[in-house]
């Protein structure tokens, strides 16, 4: 069950508890700078030009690859003089490496060096990466910026700066084009037009592991259910279905994410909130009941679900509540 009804839609607010706007503009320039140079080194697995090899599997069963760990360094590099960060768990060492270093005391940098590990290592594209910013004081992402290495675009978000896209040259780290303001998909949920982006079809146990969230019929329950409603889609990488929503292509409905490996799974909320979109979230209890909580807080929740408006997100979370009762 679920312990209330509620939405949130996009927020767009001042700025951090501490060092104001400077620490504001320092943290979305380290973000996407983190962002471009990962990009450039994950390219060279996905154009083929270096290959890519399973290096670890996970307690959660997903993968680590070189690329993973090569990231997981450059971005410590960029963002841990200047901020306490959390690179999945892919680059160890990162906080006994900066911990000397005068950093912001409230922000704490999220990364995910490679979002959609297995879709490297099975030679497929759609695999993008990520940084991002959680202010532990007010328990909210901030800002948040993903990269799409193949495509070289970039999509971003602040607390008060709505979700653009821009192109750079990953070989020189240029902006190539303008930044465009983006904004969901302004069409109802449709049987045939519209989809919803899920992470995984199966069942996923987050804390390394050790605390499942949907079991395997409430998963089954819960999939079969929203593509009752409409057309449902398999891409093996939360940034990508949350900058599906966001970049409001026609047909980009709602995302859902199951399978939360950390926190950097679900900063995409805050470019769908930005873009005009909506989200709710939710935790699973250790009485298995599911309690609604803030979906800007990416480290409380288990399930998150954005959408392009208030209604396709209630349909969605509608269809959680059915599966899980």
Not at 34 to 47: D, G, K, S, T
Not at 59 to 81: R, V, W
Not at 156 to 166: G, K
Request: proline residues 4%; contains cysteine; aromatic residues 6%.
């Amino acid at each position: 069950m679920f312990s209330k009804i509620s939405y949130r839609q996009r927020s767009l607010n001042v700025s951090f508890t501490e060092g104001g706007p400077l620490t504001k503009k320092l943290l979305s320039q380290k973000c996407r700078e983190a962002v471009i140079e990962m990009m450039r080194n994950l390219r060279r697995y996905q154009l083929h030009q270096v290959a890519a090899n399973v290096r670890e599997v996970k307690k959660d069963h997903s993968f680590l690859s070189q690329a993973d760990t090569q990231n997981g360094d450059i971005a410590a590099n960029i963002l841990g003089p200047h901020f306490r960060t959390s690179i999945e768990d892919k680059s160890p060492g990162v906080e006994e490496k900066f911990s000397g270093m005068s950093r912001n005391p409230d922000i704490l940098a999220l990364v995910d060096s490679v979002d959609g590990t297995r879709l490297v290592l099975l030679h497929m594209p759609g695999s993008v990466v990520i940084a991002a910013g959680y202010d532990e004081t007010r328990k909210i992402v901030t800002a948040c910026c993903m990269g799409d290495p193949l495509t070289s675009f970039i999509w971003e978000a602040d607390e008060d700066v709505p979700t653009t896209r821009s192109r750079t040259d990953l070989t020189r780290g240029d902006n190539i084009s303008s930044e465009t303001r983006v904004h969901v998909w302004d069409a109802p949920l449709s049987r045939r037009q519209s989809v919803v982006f899920f992470d995984v079809s199966d069942t996923f146990a987050t804390d390394g592991g050790k605390r499942l969230v949907l079991n395997d019929d409430q998963m089954e329950r819960f999939f079969i259910g929203v593509n009752r409603k409409t057309r449902t889609m398999i891409t093996l990488c939360n940034g990508l279905n949350q900058i599906a929503v966001a970049d409001g292509g026609f047909g980009a409905l709602a995302s859902v994410t199951t399978a939360k490996g950390g926190p950097w799974d679900v900063v995409g909320v805050r470019l769908v909130l930005n873009a005009g979109g909506a989200a709710r979230a939710f935790r699973m209890n250790p009485d298995r009941h599911l309690e609604e909580v803030d979906p800007l807080d990416v480290v409380a929740l288990d399930i998150l679900i954005t959408g392009n408006s208030p209604a396709s997100v209630n349909a969605i979370a509608d269809e959680l509540h059915a599966a899980v009762r």
